[in-house]
């Protein structure tokens, strides 16, 4: 059984790169079963619903190396800043030349 260890994306009410967290989340080691009787979906395997943070990627994967966990990596992909030369209070400058948008 592998282990992904990776980083979430953030949701849309955070903004800021700081204190991003890693996860370690193991994968599931059979597939779901559906109980007859009332229709829920079930697993035996717990490690499924396990998922571990750590504060950064190197203590992750210290922790799987330490415990024999086989991991596969998976690399953020590097978000693009939006920087304006007037910042956040340009939207409300006085002295704006262009339409009002917004």
């Known amino acids: 059984m592998t282990a992904r260890i990776y980083q979430p994306a953030r ?31 079930s697993a035996a395997d717990t490690q499924a619903q396990v998922k571990l943070r750590f504060e ?15 991991y596969q990596l998976v690399e953020p992909k590097p978000r693009a800043h939006n920087l304006r030369k007037g910042g956040y209070g340009e939207n409300f400058a006085t002295n704006r030349r262009g339409a009002w948008t917004h």
């Open 11 to 41: 949701n849309a009410m955070q903004s800021g790169q700081s204190k991003t967290e890693w996860l370690l989340e193991h994968s599931p080691a059979s597939a779901r079963a559906i109980d007859p009787l009332m229709g829920w979906t």
């Open 56 to 70: 950064s990627k190197e203590a992750a994967i210290a922790y799987a190396a330490a415990n024999g966990i086989a």
